[in-house]
């Protein structure tokens, strides 16, 4: 099963749920917005994937919570993507016990088909 975590009036998210659709595959899809990911699910992407790759330093949020001016280490990054979802870069994609951060439709044609 894929799981797709993101929001839908993301770019990147709504070309992901398009790729899935468009091949006819099947996923299911959870809102930062409406429903929250937990540090259980944070630190277990991190095994996977580094903090440069999982941290969104180029979103509004970002911009918004003036982070940049913090100069903030991996371990406090941690807790911003904790509390504020939306630092997160999407979609961030579970499959096949792997983690998928971003949408590349190369990426996703040698991973889904």
Same mark, same amino acid.
């Given at each position: 099963?894929?799981? &797709?975590?993101?929001? #839908?009036?993301c770019d990147? &998210?709504?070309? /992901?749920? *398009? $790729? $899935?659709?468009?091949?006819?595959? #099947?996923?299911?899809?959870?809102? $930062?917005?409406?429903?929250? %990911?937990?540090?259980? +699910? =944070?630190?277990?992407?991190?095994?996977? &994937?580094?903090?440069?790759?999982?941290?969104? *330093?180029?979103?509004? #949020?970002?911009?918004?919570?003036?982070?940049? !001016?913090?100069?903030?280490?991996?371990? /406090?990054?941690? !807790?911003?993507?904790?509390? +504020?979802?939306?630092?997160?870069?999407?979609? &961030? =994609?579970?499959?096949?016990? *792997? =983690? =998928? %951060?971003?949408?590349? !439709?190369?990426?996703?044609?040698? /991973? $889904?088909?």
């Amino acid at each position: 099963m894929i799981q &797709v975590y993101g929001i #839908t009036n993301c770019d990147s &998210v709504k070309k /992901a749920l *398009s $790729f $899935f659709k468009k091949h006819n595959l #099947t996923y299911t899809f959870q809102d $930062f917005k409406t429903d929250k %990911v937990g540090c259980n +699910e =944070i630190s277990r992407w991190l095994t996977q &994937v580094d903090m440069k790759t999982l941290f969104n *330093s180029r979103s509004t #949020t970002y911009r918004t919570l003036k982070l940049k !001016e913090l100069n903030l280490n991996d371990d /406090a990054k941690k !807790e911003w993507l904790c509390k +504020e979802n939306l630092l997160i870069k999407r979609p &961030v =994609i579970e499959f096949n016990n *792997s =983690i =998928i %951060v971003g949408f590349n !439709e190369d990426n996703f044609k040698g /991973a $889904f088909l």
